[in-house]
């Protein structure tokens, strides 16, 4: 059983309720101002699809004939010099034995994909979607149907798993992008995934020694390049997901790395995406399988033993997550200057990252050691984003902090300051 693997494109996986319980859901999201986003798959059905069993045309998915796997190089969409067979077993090749590779290539699966698409956002109200293994798409294709949709729905988000470890070829994929212009094409896809950030945030907070690749420089290096991105603030931020391992796993539930890694979360430019239950300190090996990083949260049914959906529910250690994300992000909110703000940053010494969120009404800064010891930063580095101010209110503490001259740091710490 292969979550991705629909059987049918219009109905809700049984084993999760029906279409009315998630009308219902959304229903109730809209009174609580949320927002609800659909996990949509445009690159293949599962193989007990009723429309597989029964193939409208022999060319609805890609055969060769019948199965032949992906190669995964999803580089060979746009590599000049990629030979074409390699191509077409990355686009046309299937994702997994058990998922058919849909062929956007024919335009009567296009028509089909798009309709179902607006049929979902009509009937459930939905307000984005997650489009998975959005690169493995026919890039003709692909740039149609998400056209079709945003012309549509001009202030519909679509986000694109573009799972890539290159900041210059996940730029080809986001809409308008002048690196896929070399290349005359055009995705139209308004987000994309920031996995080089995410591969950052899997290492950095372990790195105790910097080194000229190794530390704090890590994040700011990823932000060096954020000229390629046509949109910086439609970034989709992250620093795990349902694939990838654990937060928490990776670095032993230890609550000063992760209020550090939140708390840059939290502060830098893109749309932060909380994987359930880090909030709660939850952690599980990727190595032993998905099931172990996709654990359920504690509570929420009748007859469970706990429910750490309540204060009353959680332990101490839980509790202290829980505080440090809510206060992080409850902040960030209402804070303009952190979505749409413009970025300062400062080579890292030490192990000691300072970077500076800004715009015309007002500046907050930054502050991480991510060293095993205490630090004294000194300030007049940054007078170019300081601007004279001497001082002010730390997020997360509330206390007043004085940058005049120096900011002392403990170990393995972080402070975001709103300036005066």
């Not at 995964?72 to 390699?86: E, L, V």
């Not at 694939?243 to 979360?265: C, H, V």
């Not at 300030?379 to 997360?396: A, D, M, N, Q």
Request: net charge negative; glycine share 6%.
């Amino acid at each position: 059983y292969h979550g991705y693997a629909q059987s049918d494109v219009y109905k809700i996986d049984p084993r999760y309720g029906t279409n009315e319980d998630y009308l219902r859901l959304s229903t109730e999201m809209k009174k609580k101002d949320m927002k609800l986003v659909m996990d949509y798959v445009t690159n293949h059905w599962g193989d007990q699809h009723w429309m597989y069993k029964d193939l409208p045309t022999y060319d609805w998915v890609h055969q060769f004939p019948g199965y032949s796997q992906s190669n995964y190089r999803m580089t060979t969409q746009f590599d000049p010099n990629a030979s074409k067979i390699d191509a077409i077993n990355c686009m046309d090749g299937w994702f997994v034995r058990s998922m058919p590779d849909l062929n956007q290539s024919n335009p009567l699966v296009l028509k089909y994909l798009t309709q179902n698409a607006i049929w979902w956002i009509e009937y459930a109200d939905l307000d984005g979607f997650r489009v998975d293994t959005y690169s493995y798409n026919d890039k003709e294709g692909i740039a149609k149907w998400t056209k079709a949709i945003t012309d549509e729905y001009p202030k519909f988000n679509i986000v694109g798993e573009v799972w890539m470890h290159d900041q210059a070829q996940m730029a080809y994929w986001q809409k308008d992008s002048k690196i896929a212009a070399i290349q005359s094409y055009n995705s139209y896809l308004p987000s994309v995934m920031d996995f080089t950030l995410h591969d950052a945030f899997g290492a950095v907070f372990n790195e105790d020694k910097d080194s000229w690749d190794k530390g704090m420089i890590k994040f700011y290096e990823n932000f060096t390049n954020d000229f390629l991105y046509p949109d910086i603030n439609n970034l989709l931020i992250f620093a795990e997901n349902h694939d990838t391992g654990r937060f928490n796993e990776i670095f032993k539930n230890d609550f000063k790395k992760y209020r550090m890694g939140m708390a840059l979360l939290a502060t830098v430019r893109g749309i932060p995406q909380i994987y359930y239950g880090s909030e709660i300190g939850m952690a599980g090996e990727k190595g032993k399988g998905d099931a172990d990083i996709r654990q359920d949260f504690p509570g929420g049914w009748p007859g469970d033993a706990k429910n750490a959906f309540t204060k009353a529910g959680r332990t101490t250690e839980q509790q202290q997550f829980f505080d440090v994300t809510a206060k992080l992000f409850n902040w960030r909110k209402g804070k303009d200057v952190i979505h749409t703000g413009k970025t300062m940053h400062y080579i890292p010494e030490n192990n000691v990252y300072v970077y500076f969120r800004y715009n015309e009404k007002e500046s907050v800064m930054v502050v991480i050691n991510n060293a095993p010891e205490n630090r004294t930063v000194k300030t007049t580095r940054f007078g170019e984003s300081l601007k004279g101010r001497k001082g002010g209110k730390e997020v997360l503490t509330g206390k007043q902090v004085d940058v005049s001259n120096e900011i002392m740091m403990e170990a393995k710490s972080v402070m975001i300051i709103e300036l005066n």
